[in-house]
């Protein structure tokens, strides 16, 4: 379902709210159109005796005006004119006294009633009966069998009639007739009437109920969202604001779990701080102390191994420098930039070339920069503060200068683009296969057989810089064809000046 993405997940609440309450409104609607079809079939049976009894009525009444006045006519022969009537007078007054009498009155004077012995047709009797179809034609019918005056279902040539009986006072009997299946039709299309609202109201329902889910579920949907899109050191509470309230106390738990963990976080890089500036005050008294022995007159062997001490604690310092680094560009909960702040790519690009350029310089580097010599270039700015993106640079570069053979060559290319600052490091050393390129980015990991001096911290101390940031770092070979070099691509967001 396109409203609900996670319909098919059998733990999904959608899918049971939806799937109970379908069932529910299943079962509710077949009981409901159910009870209302047998309630309208019975009363639509009811209403078609009703109907026959009616016409049977009316036959009577003309049957019963029809010989009042043929009585009144042979009075008026003998003399009789009605009480200071003329004889038209009394004539139609006779007429109309008959058509305009009561039910009941009628029923009284010329009806037998329903439990008088001579209130039913005899076998071999023969009736005239009227039909209801085909334009009230009447059937003489002679019966096989007695029948008492009311409704029955009778067959007659062949086919089966209801057929209403009411006997006169005088013993004439007077029937209508209906069609059994013109009188079944009828009564199913009412029947079918009476429970077609129901059971076109059923998927309605079930419409408006995930309608009214979708909107009742917004909210939740759109939490999702702003959690998913949150990088993974935003640890700020979220925002309670039009949240349900069913869900508020599940926020407001996850808010506090988010505070206690943001604290131990907090607590993590303060004890990493800490404890890589204790290694840093030891490490620098070594250094000294080992600088002043390889000033002492020393064998060429001792000379050697205090040479081998003196790069081990140099590495070591390396190593604290690049916890503290990565740590830092890890911490959370930074103020964001002002607007007329960001990082000038010329100015800190310049700066780390020019401190980088040494080393490159005795392994016979080729170091090159590409895309600052443009007017513009220095409004070109980064939404990122300076001392980060000269960490992304410092690592790339020292890394592709250490990876680069002797005589090797290293660009650095800036790109500028609408909204992004694209920066790529190329180099012409080995380059990373496709599936080490995800792993390289782990703190500590290094590739197999890699002979290069380093900690493995640099590249992950880009990711961590660069996923802060709102940008993306991603590898690939720097010559695609040899598949050699490395080519390093940092996209930031752009920083407009104001």
């Known amino acids: 379902m396109r409203f609900f993405p996670n319909f098919a997940h059998s733990s999904s609440i959608i899918r ?75 004539v139609e007054a006779s007429n109309a006294e008959v058509l305009t009498m009561d039910d009941s009155v009628f029923e009284d004077s010329f009806e037998l009633d329903d439990d008088s012995p001579r209130a039913m047709v005899q076998a071999g009797d023969t009736v005239l009966v009227r039909m209801l179809h085909k334009r009230g034609r009447a059937m003489s019918v002679t019966f096989n069998r007695p029948y008492w005056d009311g409704a029955h279902t009778v067959e007659l040539f062949g086919k089966q009639y209801r057929i209403f009986l009411r006997t006169l006072s005088d013993g004439t ?3 209508a007739g209906q069609l059994l299946t013109e009188r079944n039709r009828s009564i199913l299309f009412s029947a079918l009437t009476s429970a077609a609202p129901i059971l076109i109201l059923a998927p309605v329902m079930l419409l408006v109920l995930l309608f009214v889910l979708w909107k009742a579920l917004r909210p939740l949907k759109k939490l999702a969202g702003e959690l998913d899109e949150r990088r993974a050191e ?63 007159p020393l064998s060429d062997d001792v000379k050697a191994r205090v040479q081998d001490i003196k790069n081990a604690i140099e590495r070591t310092t390396n190593l604290v420098t690049q916890l503290l680094a990565l740590k830092r560009a890890q911490a959370q909960g930074e103020e964001s930039l002002h607007p007329n702040e ?27 920069v590409e895309g600052l010599e443009a007017s513009d270039a220095d409004q070109l700015r980064a939404d990122i503060r300076e001392a980060d993106l000269a960490a992304i640079v410092r690592n790339l570069v020292h890394n592709a200068v250490n990876y680069t053979q002797q005589g090797g060559s290293v660009c650095v290319r800036v790109e500028n683009t609408p909204d992004k600052v694209r920066i790529c490091v190329a180099d012409t050393g080995p380059g990373i296969a496709p599936d080490e390129r995800e792993r390289v980015f782990d703190p500590f990991y290094r590739i197999l057989g890699s002979s290069a001096p380093g900690t493995g911290l ?13 940008g993306s770092i991603s590898l690939d070979w720097a010559d695609p064809d040899k598949q050699r070099g490395l080519l390093a691509t940092v996209e930031l967001p752009r920083r407009r000046v104001l």
């Open 16 to 90: 049971r709210v939806v799937v109970g309450c379908s069932a529910v409104l299943i079962v509710f609607t077949v009981i409901t159109a159910l009870g209302s079809f047998a309630v309208g079939y019975e009363a639509a049976k009811s209403r078609q005796d009703r109907v026959l009894k009616e016409v049977v009525g009316i036959l009577s009444r003309d049957i019963v005006q029809e010989r009042y006045r043929d009585k009144i006519v042979e009075l008026t022969r003998g003399g009789f004119y009605g009480p200071g009537s003329m004889l038209g007078e009394s």
């Open 458 to 470: 640099g590249l992950a101390i880009c990711r961590a810089i660069v996923d802060k940031a709102a």
């Open 173 to 175: 009997h007077v029937a």
């Open 342 to 368: 960001g990082a000038e790519c010329l100015k800190v690009i310049s700066t780390v070339i020019a401190d980088l350029y040494w080393v490159a310089e005795q392994k016979q580097i080729s170091l090159n």
């Open 234 to 296: 935003d640890l700020k509470p979220i925002n309670t604001k039009g949240v349900p309230e069913e869900v508020k106390r599940l926020v407001e738990a996850t808010n506090g779990l988010l505070e206690r963990v943001g604290e131990l976080r907090r607590r993590e890089a303060r004890f990493v701080a800490d404890a890589a500036h204790e290694l840093r005050s030891p490490m620098t008294a070594l250094s000294l102390q080992v600088d002043r022995l390889s000033e002492m």
